[in-house]
């Protein structure tokens, strides 16, 4: 699985987009891009993924350039509740992919008021 | 929604004592993991298993075994604790992937303290 890179901590203004960049300039055709996050004490949790193209959920968007080496999370309108540990992961898809993730540091995201 | 349960939040153990950590999932999902994370190190992994009674090292099985005798449980053991071994523990659980994707679903971790 290709290896990510991001940086280790970011800060962003409550209301205001925060914007995560990750590179990833090793991924493979049929490796997707999730993003994770954890907020201090709990599990992670499962944010966006996508391939190719550009995705949007209730929660973010992902943003992945068209060669595919680096892509963003972005999320619209940052609250204090997004304070949290984000994590962008690239893994291959795929039937009987046991669907192992290799976490790296992630970026620290904090939003203040 | 997916929901991954784990038996306890909070627990303390003695050195050399045998520690189960449950796990259950409710959405019929083949993968399931176990993590452990820590301060630095990040998140590694310890077991996973994609069927029933299959189960696969990880990273750091080194110290632990795993049990999956149901498809909703599966169970992380700690034959004799060691102080080494206090930690965050983490389960998950997936899909197996046919879709393309199968994005991991995480319980809300069990803190060990081993004395």
């Known amino acids: 699985d290709a290896k990510t890179t991001q940086p280790p901590s970011m800060d962003c203004a409550e209301g205001r987009a925060a914007n995560l960049p990750c590179n990833h300039s090793?991924?493979?055709?049929?490796?997707?891009v999730y993003w994770y996050r954890q907020i201090h004490s709990q599990g992670p949790q499962y944010i966006i993924h996508?391939?190719?193209n550009n995705e949007t959920n209730e929660m973010a968007s992902l943003i992945i350039t068209e060669d595919r080496k680096s892509s963003t999370l972005i999320l619209p309108h940052a609250t204090l509740r997004d304070t949290a540990v984000y994590y962008c992961?690239?893994?291959?898809?795929?039937?009987?992919?046991?669907?192992?993730?290799?976490f790296g540091q992630g970026t620290t995201l904090q939003v203040k008021p | 929604d997916v929901k991954v349960t784990q038996s306890s939040r909070y627990l303390v153990k003695r050195t050399g004592e045998k520690v189960f950590l449950e796990c259950v999932q409710d959405?019929?999902?083949?993968?399931m993991f176990w993590y452990r994370q820590d301060p630095g190190l990040g998140l590694r992994l310890i077991y996973f298993?994609?069927?029933?009674?299959?189960?696969e090292k990880g990273d750091i099985p080194e110290g632990y075994s795993v049990s999956r005798e149901k498809k909703e449980r599966f169970s992380l053991i700690l034959e004799s604790a060691s102080t080494n071994q206090t930690s965050m523990y983490l389960c998950?659980?997936?899909?197996?992937?046919?879709?393309?994707?199968?994005?991991?679903?995480f319980g809300p971790g069990t803190r060990l303290t081993v004395l």
């Open positions: 992961i690239v893994r291959e898809g795929g039937s009987g992919n046991t669907g192992k993730l290799i």
């Open positions: 090793t991924i493979s055709g049929n490796e997707y």
């Open positions: 298993s994609y069927d029933v009674k299959m189960k």
């Open positions: 959405m019929d999902h083949e993968n």
């Open positions: 998950a659980s997936s899909t197996n992937g046919l879709a393309g994707y199968n994005e991991q679903f």
């Open positions: 996508g391939l190719k």
